[in-house]
């Protein structure tokens, strides 16, 4: 069995992290599937998903980290639009638009600590979608 599902979640850009773990069990819940996966997708080529431990602490040092990998000062060969976001891309590059996680007992597993996170790397606010697929077995 396969459900489908979806949300918009508004943000900041410029590496805005939000949790969205709650989204993501809400869907994984009203699946009604007792074992198997859920993979969440962001369309787009300036975002991307991934787990952390979402407090204050580490969202600083991911944003930080990502900045070294990918300065928002080089000079981005990136110019098709104009919106100078090339760094953007490169972020989000690195970090992937998709994440797949399994799910147990009709609930997303993840580590005690570990939360469900949509990032942002847009020089703009945006509207972001998530598309979520549950795969698993017929209840």
Not at 6 to 16: L, R, S
Not at 17 to 27: A, N, P, Y
Not at 33 to 49: D, H, K, N, W, Y
Not at 92 to 119: D, F, I
């Amino acid at each position: 069995m396969v459900f489908e599902d979806g949300f918009v979640i508004e943000t900041k850009g410029m590496t805005d992290i939000l949790d969205i773990t709650l989204q993501v069990e809400l869907i994984v819940s009203a699946s009604k599937v007792q074992s198997g996966i859920v993979l969440a997708f962001t369309p787009g080529s300036t975002a991307g998903l991934t787990t952390m431990e979402y407090e204050p602490g580490t969202v600083s040092d991911l944003k930080e980290a990502i900045a070294r990998l990918a300065p928002e000062e080089l000079d981005y060969a990136h110019v098709l639009s104009g919106d100078g976001n090339g760094f953007s891309h490169v972020r989000a590059a690195l970090l992937g638009p998709s994440l797949s996680l399994p799910v147990r007992g009709g609930a997303l597993v993840t580590g005690k600590w570990q939360q469900v996170v949509l990032v942002d790397f847009d020089n703009r606010p945006r509207n972001r979608r998530v598309e979520v697929q549950v795969l698993g077995d017929n209840p």
